[in-house]
């Protein structure tokens, strides 16, 4: 899969998923711009896409500031003269883990800034980009199975999780003429710095892994980086307006788990807790 002479944004690209993207873009051959509000990781990726021999523009971006996102849209274009595919990788749960009545407006807020506003402010900045180099280009966003689920005590990020499904397939139809396809990612929880699954899970807990998730494991931030790849290329020209579920069977499984005889049962009988919510 060649990206040869293709401009890849990737947001949030300094660690975890968007990292992985990002290295996974400049291997298949890209010029990858990373957009990363943290200094001390703008750095880090910078040298390693260049000690890879990717050519890497990495902005110091908070991507929920419309002027900056602006101003990195200006230099994307001074350098490459457009862009071919936009990853909208950010997004987080901040730690805010509550009942719903114990929201308070800054919350709601800050969680609305990080998980669906940004989006907004990027793509929009980010369309004349794509708009030039035409047919062919594409938006992969990076939601979350959380927003086709319910999740306790996180109403408010599963809510704009959602909220990303329809803007998905509202902007596909609108862009569809243009020949710009968009489409998303919907990953289970994953291996990253942000949400350190194997620290989270107990380790008296870690043999039950296997019997919550169909195929056995977390996801891994190069599971999804392989997802968008495949989104943004030609092999899914035909695909717009969709969701790409990267976890692991965990959403068709529906509260089905194996018992520890290896039976299916969607009444389990472990005891304590994998995630504490």
């Known amino acids: 899969m060649s990206f040869n002479g293709k401009t890849v944004l990737v947001t949030g690209g300094g660690a975890g998923i968007g990292r992985a993207c990002a290295q996974a873009f400049g291997a298949a051959g890209a010029r990858v711009a990373v957009a990363e509000r943290d200094p001390a990781r703008a ?12 050519d890497a523009l990495v902005g110091t971006v908070d991507v929920t500031r419309r002027e900056e996102v602006d101003a990195f849209a200006r230099t994307i274009d001074a350098r490459f003269g457009g862009l071919d595919v936009l990853v909208n990788n ?18 709601i807020a800050r969680l609305f800034d990080v998980n669906l506003r940004q989006v907004f402010v990027v793509t929009r900045a980010m369309l004349p980009l794509l708009r030039k180099r ?7 966003g990076v939601s979350s199975i959380e927003g086709f689920r319910a999740i306790p005590n996180c109403t408010v990020y599963a809510s704009f ?9 509202s902007l596909a139809l609108e862009l569809g003429p243009a020949g710009i396809r968009v489409n998303q990612i919907a990953p289970e929880t994953t291996e990253t710095p942000q949400v350190p699954v194997s620290a989270m899970v107990a380790a008296e ?13 977390f996801g891994a931030a190069g599971d999804i980086a392989g997802a968008a790849l495949f989104l943004a290329s030609p092999l899914a020209a035909w695909v717009t307006g969709t969701t790409l579920h990267v976890d692991g069977g965990a959403l068709a499984a529906a509260g089905w788990y194996r018992d520890p005889n290896g039976f299916w049962t969607n009444m389990p009988v472990v005891t304590g807790n994998g995630f504490n919510f």
């Open 134 to 140: 035409g047919a062919g280009s594409s938006i992969v």
């Open 205 to 217: 807990h870690h043999s039950h892994i296997p019997r919550w998730i169909p195929l056995g494991r």
């Open 161 to 169: 999780k959602a909220a990303l499904t329809g803007f998905t397939k």
């Open 43 to 54: 750095q880090d990726v910078r040298e390693a896409l260049e000690a890879a021999g990717v």
């Open 90 to 107: 950010v997004g987080d749960f901040l730690g805010i883990a509550k009942p719903f009545d114990d929201y308070g407006d800054d919350d």
